[in-house]
């Protein structure tokens, strides 16, 4: 699990072997079940994820109770309730386990040590930041330009894999649109 | 204006005065009048921006030709164009000038130069980057979770700035409401 894990670093950054090494060695595995919870909203996000193999989810709630689901991690995504992992205050997201899922789980104070001490952990979490930045301008773009059928087009082209791994309850809550007009646009 | 800018900085990150010269001396100043496009929709976007005075803000148009404003930036703010600034590529986004404005503005080029040479920079860079992603976060939190009523409470609230700077149609384009039901909700 590991291995997949220093693959996608490098990937990223120009890291050293002893670099990878203690990097590698914060970051604690973890079987969670499927529907399990890792993360109540109004609780502190205090770990950030590498998602093995699984799914997880992110999500908000309205007040009348809706979940509104923000984003979806599959294999060697990474990620986690970013703002609250950020801020240390109260997650506004919970985070939803959909499949059993292996991963991998540096806490919130490792994650920030390795940032201090190492320039390319430094690097990788910019560039982390600056993907999860530009993923959220294109959320916002699309539910504020597009129609519901155009944002159902986008994530069937984009993100196939959501389709298969998504109920229709969550794909629609995905795509901030009633799980009535998703079926209707599902048998189009 | 620099004096300004200068303050900002060290707020965020530990600047040494030499450190702090070197990328002041990268910041030009420039005075953009109001209705000026200081980005195109389809453009690369090849500045970050300060604003000493005035106000910006940025947005998308749909297919309808309907302006959709993401981020409005008034005195004392940093931004740009952030997603298309890092990528490089062409913006989905503009940015506009809506008041006459004094900036300072450092290229692409000198902004990466900076990242590449200064610890502090890079910690300031990925400041930003982490308060940017906390807005963009709240903002679809907004869009998905709340009424077009509660959406104007939270801009009457939070940023009240807005209210004032802001046209009827603008305000309404960012709140993704229509300009009559913004209306209606001022008139309450």
Same mark, same amino acid.
């Given at each position: 699990m590991k291995n997949s894990l220093e693959h996608l670093l490098k990937h990223i950054a120009a890291f050293e072997r002893s670099e990878l090494? #203690?990097?590698? &060695?914060?970051?604690? /595995?973890?079987?969670?079940k499927k529907n399990t919870l890792l993360l109540s909203a109004g609780?502190? =996000?205090?770990?950030f994820y590498y998602i093995h193999?699984? =799914?997880l989810?992110? +999500?908000?709630? &309205? +007040?009348? @109770?809706n979940e509104m689901t923000r984003l979806v991690l599959?294999?060697?995504?990474? @990620?986690?309730?970013? +703002?609250?992992?950020?801020?240390?205050? /109260?997650?506004?997201?919970?985070?939803?386990?959909?499949?059993? #899922?292996?991963? %991998? +789980?540096?806490s919130h104070h490792s994650f920030y040590q390795l940032n201090r001490e190492y320039?390319?952990?430094? $690097? $990788?979490?910019?560039?982390? %930041?600056?993907?999860?930045?530009s993923y959220q301008n294109r959320r916002i773009e699309q539910l504020v330009t597009l129609s519901a059928q155009q944002r159902?087009?986008?994530? %069937?082209? &984009?993100?196939?894999?959501?389709?298969?791994?998504?109920?229709?309850?969550?794909?629609?809550s995905y795509l901030d649109i009633r799980e009535e007009t998703l079926s209707r646009l599902k048998s189009v």
């Open positions: 090494d #203690t990097i590698l &060695d914060c970051f604690k /595995p973890k079987s969670v609780n502190i =996000c205090r770990e193999t699984g =799914c989810r992110t +999500a908000f709630i &309205d +007040a009348k @109770g599959t294999d060697c995504n990474i @990620g986690t309730a970013l +703002a609250s992992f950020i801020s240390q205050k /109260p997650s506004v997201e919970f985070i939803e386990v959909l499949e059993d #899922t292996e991963l %991998l +789980a540096v320039r390319c952990w430094n $690097f $990788f979490y910019q560039r982390m %930041l600056e993907m999860a930045y159902y087009h986008q994530v %069937l082209n &984009d993100q196939p894999l959501l389709i298969q791994k998504l109920s229709n309850k969550l794909l629609a």
